[in-house]
């Protein structure tokens, strides 16, 4: 037999992330392992595309720092109309940090089973669901927190932080650590700066303006008047009293 002769009756190589089961047409059971070799506690989710055909006992898991945890899947290729259809499924396996302000927000993540591309952000592994008529090892290892962003946005004020955290962290100078304050421009500054059109003196309002002529002088009536009724032409003084009362009294 040659070497092309052995390539073609061999089967395919898995794939790189995946979940191997044994070829069989009863139900198979295998286990998934779940380290997490940080130093921060992570939450994580499984969710199958083929739910009908693999089930997850316990979807859900809390994995502590340094820590790991398991769950058990069982897939059954009879709730599939075709069985060569599961090796275009698989299980997505989904990690976030683990936070006392962010619990609110995880409890909604988890009770969310629909798979969106909002999700992904936080996906972990995608481990395609592989059957094998050779050896399946009954447990498949995978480490935290794989392809996941562990990138938390904050959900109120920090009042408290770790000082070892912000070692390197420096305060801020001031906005005003570089800047001088300017000197005040006095009057003569702002003249020098103006244009002569405006720095000039206003006009006077005598420059623009005549002396009225006096009426008494080229009125004839007045003159006809004075004829008839003659005066001294000084003016007459009105006699009224130099104070008033109000209203109601005298």
């Not at 693999?54 to 899947?73: A, G, I, K, R, Y």
């Not at 976030?96 to 409890?107: P, Q, T």
Request: charged share 25%.
């Amino acid at each position: 037999m040659g070497i092309l002769d052995f390539v073609k009756i061999s089967p395919p190589a898995p794939p790189k992330h995946c979940m191997v089961f044994p070829y069989s047409s009863r139900p198979q059971t295998r286990r998934l392992v779940v380290r997490n070799a940080t130093t921060k506690a992570m939450v994580v989710k499984m969710l199958p595309t083929c739910p009908q055909a693999l089930h997850v006992d316990n979807s859900s898991l809390v994995v502590q720092p340094n820590e790991w945890n398991s769950t058990t899947m069982t897939l059954d290729p009879k709730k599939v109309k075709n069985s060569d259809d599961m090796n275009n499924h698989s299980l997505l396996v989904f990690c976030r940090l683990k936070s006392k302000s962010h619990e609110a927000l995880l409890k909604e993540w988890m009770d969310n089973t629909e798979v969106s591309k909002d999700n992904f952000t936080h996906l972990a592994y995608n481990l395609k669901i592989y059957r094998s008529r050779d050896f399946a090892a009954p447990d498949t290892v995978v480490d935290l927190p794989g392809a996941s962003e562990l990138l938390e946005a904050p959900q109120g004020v920090i009042t408290l932080y770790d000082p070892q955290e912000f070692v390197d962290c420096l305060t801020a100078r001031n906005v005003e650590s570089e800047t001088a304050t300017a000197n005040e421009l006095s009057e003569t500054d702002l003249n020098a700066c103006c244009p002569d059109s405006m720095a000039k003196t206003a006009h006077s309002i005598d420059e623009g303006t005549r002396t009225a002529r006096k009426i008494g002088n080229s009125c004839f009536l007045v003159n006809a008047l004075d004829r008839i009724y003659p005066g001294s032409g000084e003016p007459v003084e009105k006699n009224l009293p130099k104070s008033y009362f109000p209203c109601g009294q005298s």
